[in-house]
């Protein structure tokens, strides 16, 4: 596990002038070209080595005094910016069920609509995730990896000597090769290069290998057993449940990825809600010193007073909810609701991000959109607006989450870096509002000749029309049930066995389980790869090893993050056709 770095020096400003302008102007260029890769894609690169690239550019090589606790500064502006863009499925979502003849969904945002409902979302989710650094990042120490490839990003970028160098050396290489191999994937993300036909739905599941860099570096980051447990996971959800689904009657013979994702993700969501909640309940002393040290002694852990935070978060979600009232007619109750449920949700999610590296934003949404389903029978608007505000408030807490990563590390003021998302939270919003428009007219979202499909839009809308129907099949609805409270149990019974020590590397992770069915088994095949040539290099080398796996795993992830992030730049200006 890395060390917190020492202080930074007295004579450091982190949030200087050239600091903020910088960082929101990297800021700007994050929030307008992150979308485009969501909405090919369906997720995103990490975006907070990539904001660190962009820092060092404008800090290092055009100013005096460079230091990498400004850049901290600029790389939290662009990760804020990155996660405000990530929501661009959400906005794509409403528009593909809008234009569905006899969906009665009307939704039909303004670009300053749009500004101002995910400004006041993203501000509301920022300050709910102050209050739990202290637990994730210092008490459990949590990997988030990407956080930590963004702190060596900086380290690198800011060292001097023969050790730093042959660090740096090893980050650049493996970031030129990762980059590289992305370039020659031809923008598929997804590669289905070595099939494995366990069964017939093998091919249509995406069972395989992909070709991804950033997923082997984030795997050696992770370490063997949140792995060996995603790999776990992946053959449960993606290999042993759809055949045994499929006699059942509870899939199709021609289920699509989507529909196997659709009928397998309540006992995943079960596994992980249930063993989140668990985990934070069994250490309530810990949660409980948190909140202490926030509302006594937030000087001195330099986190913003939790006065504020209260006063703030009050403040956010009362103009949310009169947002929501005007721009969408959400009634007051339905938005109070939403915004009660994103803080647990919350929690989960930012736990498995730390344990997986996989934010699971998407999966939140579809839980709120079940409850609503309950709640608001066959009402599509309260199911689509209200797990929309979960998405947006989960998407700035994780950012948040992977910047106090990285300020830990080097040394950074987490009240600074707080300062600095809520200033950066309407930059991004602004970004998203402007350019997603001129994406969607520009390539289109539906239709035969689309060039930006966004799954996760697709899935969200076909969820949403599920948990609305009336009429759905008896043995469906049982097993969402009972799947749901058998993942539940599990996930619990599997925390229990985590918290004895001597037990925990034998016990699968019910975080990494519950993930791994979540997202493409050909994604995690890397992710295991990655955390099992960990495990080799650490024996073979452990001294080598210690020095730079690091290194080297965060510039597998920068590679392929640089490349992803400059092609949507290079065909905006017109320089490169897809």
Not at 311 to 317: L, P
């Amino acid at each position: 596990m890395t060390e917190p770095a020492p202080e930074k020096p007295a004579h450091v400003r982190e949030l200087s002038p050239r600091s903020i302008i910088v960082g929101l102007l990297v800021a700007l260029v994050i929030g307008a070209s992150y979308p485009y890769i969501v909405l090919k894609f369906g997720f995103g690169p990490n975006i907070s080595v990539v904001s660190a690239f962009f820092g060092f550019l404008a800090l290092g090589l055009f100013a005096r005094g460079y230091n990498r606790w400004e850049n901290n500064i600029v790389q939290t502006a662009g990760t804020t910016a990155g996660q405000i863009a990530f929501l661009c499925w959400l906005l794509a979502a409403f528009d593909i069920l809008g234009a569905e003849p006899g969906s009665g969904f009307d939704v039909h945002l303004s670009r300053l609509q749009t500004w101002i409902w995910l400004s006041a979302a993203g501000l509301l989710g920022v300050l709910l995730a102050v209050p739990l650094r202290r637990h994730f990042i210092e008490e459990e120490q949590l990997p988030y990896a990407d956080g930590m490839a963004a702190a060596e990003t900086l380290i690198m970028l800011d060292s001097r000597g023969p050790e730093a160098r042959r660090s740096a050396f090893a980050m650049v290489g493996s970031l030129i090769v990762s980059g590289l191999t992305f370039l020659a994937t031809q923008l598929r993300w997804i590669v289905d290069s070595l099939p494995i036909g366990l069964n017939a739905f093998s091919p249509r599941a995406g069972v395989g290998f992909a070709i991804s860099f950033l997923n082997l570096g984030s795997g050696m980051i992770i370490g063997p057993r949140i792995g060996t447990s995603m790999m776990l996971g992946a053959v449960i959800g993606w290999v042993l449940f759809p055949p045994w689904l499929l006699a059942h009657g509870l899939l199709a013979a021609n289920a699509t990825r989507v529909d196997i994702l659709l009928t397998v993700m309540w006992f995943a969501v079960g596994m992980m809600v249930a063993a989140g909640m668990a985990g934070l309940a069994l250490r309530w002393r810990v949660l409980l010193r948190s909140f202490q040290g926030l509302a006594g002694s937030a000087a001195e852990s330099g986190d913003l007073p939790l006065r504020w935070v209260l006063i703030g978060s009050a403040a956010s979600a009362a103009f949310l909810v009169v947002v929501q009232r005007l721009f969408f007619r959400t009634p007051v109750w339905q938005s109070v609701v939403a915004i009660v449920l994103s803080v647990p949700l919350g929690l989960v999610a930012l736990r498995v991000l730390g344990e997986t590296n996989w934010g699971p934003i998407s999966t939140m949404t579809n839980l709120v959109q079940a409850i609503f389903g309950g709640l608001a029978p066959g009402d599509l608007r309260a199911s689509m607006v209200s797990s929309g505000i979960t998405g947006a408030v989960a998407a700035e807490s994780e950012g948040l989450m992977q910047d106090y990563k990285v300020g830990w590390i080097i040394g950074s003021t987490p009240r600074i870096l707080t300062y600095m998302q809520l200033i950066a939270v309407p930059v991004g919003a602004l970004a998203l509002a402007l350019m997603y428009p001129l994406l969607r007219d520009t390539y289109g979202i539906m239709g035969e000749h689309a060039q930006l499909l966004s799954p996760t839009s697709q899935r969200w809308v076909g969820f949403a029309k599920v948990v609305t129907s009336h009429a759905l099949p008896v043995a469906q609805l049982a097993w969402m049930k009972g799947s749901f409270v058998w993942g539940a149990v599990i996930g619990v019974v599997l925390t229990l066995f985590e918290l004895k020590k001597e037990w925990r590397v034998f016990v699968p992770s019910p975080t990494g389980v519950g993930m791994a069915m979540l997202i493409p088994f050909n994604a995690v095949a890397g992710i295991f790869v990655g955390a099992m040539l960990d495990t080799v290099w650490a024996k073979a080398a452990p001294r080598n090893h210690e020095q730079y796996v690091i290194p080297t795993a965060s510039g597998l992830i920068a590679g392929e993050a640089l490349v992803a992030v400059a092609i949507p730049l290079l065909v905006t200006l017109g320089l490169m056709k897809l």
